[in-house]
């Protein structure tokens, strides 16, 4: 079974850098073929798709969020890592990490995937 | 891209019959999914390429469409249907866009 856990600080000052680790377990991360997603929500609100990192190391974000995100991976330690420069009150938020399963591959090289497995989800707060 | 939920909330009882739409802003073929969330949870995947049920998901779940216009149907409500729903475009080649949400409640 796998199995997702987001971790990190739970307070951030304005201005500096969220970083949240999502480790997995059941499952390797370098197998090929998953996209390893941040989605948000901020209290109370709807969820919001921050990006993703492929198995290759590819990367696609959300364009409202492109300029302060970046996604990694650490195949060592079976983790994906999320950080959002320049937080603000605004990027208070439940963060949650979850796996894309690949489920049909367009002739135009677009690929549809599903959040299958989803991590519990963390409370950043920023504070000022 | 945009994914419009309606209605935003509705109220219903056990045994209804329910329908959530969700529009697209451009057409996005098949490429959605649908989800439930209940308060302090995670979200929980029901249906992906518009109208395949997840495994392990009940057959009282339904899902249509395609283009811009989708549905998800709630065929008889349990009370562990009382949840909020999100629809999400899953074309890696756009942003990978949610719904607003509709928020389901016991009448």
């Known amino acids: 079974q796998v199995q997702l856990q987001e971790s990190g600080p739970g307070l951030v000052k304005s201005s500096q850098t969220l970083s949240l680790t999502c480790t997995v377990s059941?499952?390797?991360?370098?197998?090929?073929?998953?996209?390893w997603n941040w989605i948000r929500q901020h209290p109370g609100k709807g969820l919001e798709w921050i990006g993703y990192?492929?198995?290759?190391?590819?990367?696609n974000y959300s364009p409202s969020l492109n300029s302060r995100v970046t996604i990694s991976v650490d195949t060592s330690k079976n983790q994906f890592s999320l950080k959002l420069s320049s937080v603000a009150a605004a990027d208070t938020a439940v963060y949650y990490c979850a796996r894309g399963f690949p489920y049909y591959y367009d002739s135009n090289g677009s690929v549809s995937h599903r959040f299958d497995y989803w991590g519990q989800g963390t409370l950043v707060t920023v504070s000022s | 891209i945009q994914l419009t939920q309606s209605p935003s909330s509705l109220s219903a009882s056990v045994g209804d019959r329910v329908t959530i739409t969700c529009r697209a802003s451009?057409?996005?073929?098949?490429?959605l999914a649908w989800y439930q969330q209940k308060p302090g949870k995670a979200p929980k995947i029901l249906i992906y390429a518009a109208s395949t049920l997840e495994s392990g998901v009940p057959s009282r779940f339904s899902g249509s469409g395609s283009g811009t216009d989708f549905t998800l149907t709630i065929s008889s409500l349990q009370p562990e249907d009382f949840a909020t729903y999100y629809c999400?475009?899953?074309?890696?080649?756009?942003?990978?866009?949610f719904g607003q949400g509709t928020r389901l409640e016991i009448k």
């Open positions: 999400q475009q899953v074309n890696s080649f756009l942003p990978l866009t």
């Open positions: 990192i492929y198995s290759s190391g590819s990367t």
């Open positions: 059941g499952g390797s991360i370098s197998r090929g073929g998953y996209y």
């Open positions: 451009q057409g996005i073929s098949s490429y």
